[in-house]
């Protein structure tokens, strides 16, 4: 029997939200959000909602620590839509972390057409044009955003 539930993330956020947490100085954090600080709003188990000035950002957890001087997370270090004119973001994704989203549509128990699919859809390509070496930390982080809603409808 197939337990769809078992997917859908866990939030927590009665006991985070507003702690300060900055994101890795390094890959594959793109160049435009590395070492910046941010508010924590809501983290699931892959993914967290941050404050980074005035912007609201789904990112992967991952990608966040805990500042100096706020409490230690109950869980291992902290994925959406970014400032479309901040720095970087137009930049080709690592390798690292073209893995990483077909990792986590293997989580979702995708094919590797339908993940195919889903990761043009959210960069706004065609299956057959989605390119590895030319998706952008924008169009990764879209379609983070989509595996996200994905797993909410499980």
């Known amino acids: 029997m197939n337990n769809k539930t078992a997917s859908i993330p866990q939030e927590r956020d009665a006991s985070v939200t507003g702690r300060q947490v900055r ?42 620590v805990v500042s100096q001087g706020s409490a230690q997370p109950d869980h291992p270090p902290l994925v959406q839509a970014v ?8 930049d080709p994704i690592t390798e690292q972390a ?5 990792e986590a549509c293997l989580e979702l128990n995708l094919g590797p ?30 379609a983070i955003e989509r595996l996200e809603q994905l797993e909410t409808t499980l």
């Not at 070492?35 to 980074?52: H, S």
């Not at 073209?98 to 077909?102: D, G, I, S, T």
């Not at 699919?117 to 044009?129: F, K, R, T």
């Open 23 to 64: 994101f890795l100085d390094r890959d594959p954090v793109p160049p435009s959000l590395r070492g910046k600080e941010a508010q924590l709003e809501k983290e699931t188990d892959r993914t967290a909602v941050v404050r980074v000035g005035r912007l609201r950002q789904y990112v992967p957890r991952d990608w966040l």
């Open 83 to 90: 400032d479309s004119d901040a720095e970087g973001d137009d």
């Open 98 to 102: 073209w893995y990483r989203l077909l």
């Open 113 to 142: 057409e339908e993940a195919q699919q889903v990761i043009a859809e959210a960069a706004g390509v065609s299956p057959d044009e989605l390119d590895p070496s030319r998706l952008t930390w924008r169009q990764y982080l879209q």
